[in-house]
Every structure is written in C-alpha cells, then in structure tokens.
C-alpha cells in the first residue's frame, strides 16, 4: 500500500480519532462539535417556522432566483483566484463557499485548489483534509496527462456529492530546498500546467490564493484568471486595504486587465461595521465590491456545510456565486 502524498501529520486531526493516550485532543473535540452547529440557534429557528405558519414564506422562490446565475452554462473553463489583503479576511472560507455552492447547484464538476503558500486549510473547510498538496496533483499530472475527467478526478480529492475537486495544503516539504527560487519556478510552472488542464474538463476552477499581491504563485494565478475576488473584512483596517489594494491593482499593469470583486466580509457578529453598508459605499467610490455578512456557523472554521447556514447566509452565497460567474464570463 503506497503511503499518503502528504506525509505531514495534519494539527486539527480527525474527529472522533483518539489519539496516543486514548482520547481526543481539544482541536478534534471542537471541530467534532462545530462542523454540525447549525448558524441559527433553536429559539430562532423555531420561531421562523412559527411565523411561517401564519405568512407565505417566500425563501424557496428568493434563493432559486439568486441561484439561477449560478447554474449559468459555462461555454470554456473560467479561473477565479481568490485573494486577501491579511489573515482572518475570510479568503479561504470564500474560496471554500464558492466552490460548495457551484458545486451543489450544476452537475458538471468545479475544482478549487489550495493556491496558498503553506499551510492552507481550504480541504478541510471543504471536508477532505488528506486531499494530496497542488504540487503533488501537478507533478503526477506532469507524468501521467489526464485525458478525460476521471483521469482528472484521479488526481484529485473528491467532496461534497463528488463532484467538487479539491487539493490539500502547500507545504515546503512538497518543494525541493536546493535552489529555492528555481524551485518555485519549476512548481508554478507545474501548478499553472495543472490550472490549464483542469480548465479542459471544470468549467469554473477557484483558486485559493495567499494574502498579498507579491508572492509568485499568487501572481500566476492572478494572470491566468478571469476574475480576481479579493476578501477583505469589515473593519477599520480591512476597508482602508480595499481602497488601497484596488489603487495598487488599476496600476499594476500585469493585474489591471483582471477584473477585480471586492468582498467584504463581516467576520465578528457583534462589529461595528455592516458588511453590506461598507460594500455599497466603496462602489460609490468607483470600487466592485458586495458584502457577506456574520455566520456563526462560517466563523467557526470547521467544515462547511451549506444546510447549516443561516436562510440570510445561503442566499447572500447564491446571489454572490451568481455574480461572481457572472463577472467571470463577461
């Protein structure tokens, strides 16, 4: 039996595995209880299906409306990389969501890819944390070219209802020490082989980039996309990235062609600032941008599982994947 690509023993580790001394260890008890934590508690719940008893409820023919763009025909393969200007912007949890709700509403197979540095947790949000890295995909690729989509899924770890393809974290073991920057050469090159050939068989692949626009396999991704999603969050610091980022990226003449969503994400249930009010005043400035707002059941950053999401949730996610293929396929 061939051992695992990703040899690196994982942190979060499996919930429900005991570990050496017979039990589990902190992060595999929260992550056992979290990923079934529904995003509503039961009061509110229950008094939502109160109300409805008594008034229409019109949620079911709301969300098939936001989601009818996203069940859009697809005639070529689009590339979304999705960045962030710091860490707790939201970035994975979008590229994340956005894969689950394309995936859930066609029946044609969507790819995301774990397109961060190191350390990437976009499988585990995703539900299959032993997903091999994007190196490794790319590298088996390299010697054995998929020649049809079961080839493809071959190399990747399928979720959800099998047809959303992901890839597990980056690390520094999947890339040779000697010779870093050459290194980093030979796996974008390999990475951006592998982007291409997904885009033959997946009409819409999300890429989950690290934060920043400098590091070379962000920039890859950037170059070979149609649409760039940028998560920053609501807060004082998160605006003042957005405005600046989209500044850096009108002037940047190898991201200014790329289009460029701004969402802003609202990441603490309680901040001052709302996720749709900031979004709509930075398109007053001239800058794309929609919000998403709190989700306890997003926040917790365990696996996503879009039936736990709040009603609001789900049809700011289907509006949003709406428009984010919208904006790809323009």
Known sequence: MSSPVNAEPLPYGAPGTATADGFESTPQRL???????????????????AGNLFRGDDYPLRLAEAAAGAQAPVATGRRIAV??????AGKT???????????????????????????GTLALRTGVPDASSLDAAAAEMARRPPMSLADLSALLAPAGRGNLLVTGRRSAGDRP?????????????AASAL???ISRYCPITVLD?????????????????????????????????????AAAWRRDPGLASVPLLVVVVQTLPDGPFRADAEARRLTRMGIDAVGLGYDRHLAAGV????????????????ALAAGVLARASA
């Open 31 to 49: 992550r056992r209880t979290l990923r079934t934590r529904p995003a509503e508690g039961v009061l509110r719940r229950t008094v939502s299906s």
């Open 83 to 88: 960045v962030g200007s710091r860490g707790g």
């Open 93 to 119: 949890t979008l590229a994340a969501l956005l894969g689950l709700v394309y995936s859930s509403m066609r029946t044609d197979a969507v790819t995301v890819l774990d397109n961060a540095p190191s350390g």
């Open 177 to 189: 020490a000697a010779g870093r920057r050459s290194a980093e050469g030979a796996a974008t090159a």
């Open 195 to 197: 982007s291409l050939a």
């Open 209 to 245: 980039c690290g934060t920043g626009l400098d590091h070379t396999g962000t920039r890859w991704a950037l170059s070979q996309s149609h649409l760039a999603v940028f998560a920053t969050p609501a807060s004082v610091a998160g605006l003042e990235d957005a405005g600046l980022y």
């Open 303 to 318: 696996e996503i599982s879009l039936g736990l999401l709040a009603r609001r949730t789900r049809l700011e996610a289907a």
